[in-house]
């Protein structure tokens, strides 16, 4: 609920009802078999989470029956602005009831109705356990359980169970494609023999794809009892907190009516006038507590990286580094795939594996970045970006779309660094960079013999590392005065192929020729 203009299409309220007969008693000590004084219902107000809790007011109209306070204005306690508990006592009548209450954005708005019809049953005593009068016979109030559990489609292996749930409002964390499964139990009992009566399961407003399967009845000479399956596949047009409510009824069949005439008994058809058809007549007598469950479907997280993926590599021309770009996401059945990043790009040279199954999780996959820069991109620098996506695979949901998240890595090639790979000699190295072999020799103090074979992998360098402190020099400067052609810095410096300055601090690579240098420097 963000202003009053939409307020009304953004909220939901949600009712639950008790008869408190503790409550009850201290008004009214010596039981009748009715109330008058009952504490009738607790109304909950569910509004999305983070509204303001002073901005709404729920307004109880005087009606029927008579409300204990005309008009009655609460705010939602600060402490919890999702669901706020308010409680609501008038008196009680036998038969139906209606209340209405007005959800409004504030005292100046209009409120939206929302119309609460309750029946009043004849209650048999005031014991700790409700119990109603059923003829001659005495039935205790009919319990209500709901239990279930989550798994991957198509996967009852890896389901998590949902605890029972005996709150009249619990809370259910399901992802988008998911499979939701409830099993609701009612059972109702006497201490002497159970009176002929059959029990209801009943739901209020659900999903539509949501599916009820049929009750089974167990019966004995002390209870009755029923269960029902109610299964689930959430998609992504149902994000969001659903409510599904159960309420279990205990009836007797008293004769017939006509399906067109509601007050006019009848034992066949041939009595009902006007093609009306002559159907059972059942009678509530007992209630079982109102359960509801709030299904909050969410889609599935994005892919995790795994925290060992480095956030900046240096490189060496010449000598391979790989690294492994892993992730993973919650579901065994996601379908996971890993990209570069739109508007991202591999290293020249470099390369992207296949996506591999790792060893830690059903769910953890990876790629491996290979990359052995050539001579040709010393003082490359540039960030590589991924993408990794997740989707839960699900028959049920079409067209859901994959959670994603991104990583980037910071590739720099180092400038005038090369590493000499199996069986290189000088001669070939300096081809590699155009230059002589005397002049790599020279540019290696370390290495005392030019014959000498070097090591694999050993690093050598390839020319000096020139800074300007001073200030941003012009590129053809900078080259002139090392005896450098500008093609020459760029083959040397891949960073800065296209620029027309070295800004001041930038580090490059220079192979000086003191024949073609500049006699003088900038200080002369």
Known sequence: MTSPADYQIASQLLVLYSFDWSKAAAADSSCPPYRTNCQYSQVRAT????????????????????????????????????????????????????????????????????????????????????????????????????????????????????????????????????????????????????????????????????????????????????????????????????????????????????SNQIDRPCSSNAECANNGVCVANYTTVAISPLKCVGINVMMEDAPVFNSSIPAQVELIMGRETAVDIGMSVQQCQSQLSLDVAPGSMLPPGASLSSLLVASWGCTARYKTLRWTPSPKVGGYSSRTCFVAKGLLSSSACAGLLPSSSERCIQLTVLPCVYSVRRDQQLQEIAGLFNMDWILLWSLNAEMLHPDYLVYREQNISVGHLYRSELTDMALDVVAARFGMTLSQVVEMNYNLAGAAVLPKGQRMCVVPNSCKGMSQTIYS
């Open 47 to 258: 509004y999305p989470l983070g509204a303001a809790a002073s901005s709404f007011t729920l307004e109880v109209d005087q009606g029927n029956p008579k409300v204990s306070h005309a008009s009655q204005k609460c705010a939602l306690a600060p402490s919890d602005s999702s669901v706020s508990p308010y409680t609501l006592s008038f008196q009680l009548l036998p038969g139906y009831n209606q209340l209405t209450v007005y959800l409004s954005w504030d005292a100046n708005s209009t409120g939206v109705p929302v119309d609460i019809i309750s029946r009043t049953i004849e209650a048999a005593s005031c014991s700790g356990v409700s119990q109603f009068k059923v003829g001659s016979s005495t039935i205790n109030e009919p319990s209500l359980e709901l239990s279930g559990f989550i798994s991957s489609p198509g996967s009852a292996a890896t389901s998590t169970s949902i605890p029972p749930i005996i709150a009249k409002l619990s809370t259910v964390n399901v992802t988008a494609g998911m499979y939701l499964e409830l099993t609701v139990k009612s059972e109702v009992s006497s201490s002497s023999a159970l009176p002929p009566l059959q029990l209801f399961l009943d739901s209020g407003r659900s999903p539509s794809s949501m599916r009820f399967y049929t009750a089974t009845t167990t019966t004995t000479t002390t209870s009755q009892s029923m269960s029902m399956r109610v299964t689930w596949t959430p998609c992504q047009q149902d994000l969001g907190i659903n409510f599904v409510c159960f309420q279990s009824h205990a009836r007797v069949l008293n004769g017939s009516l006509c």
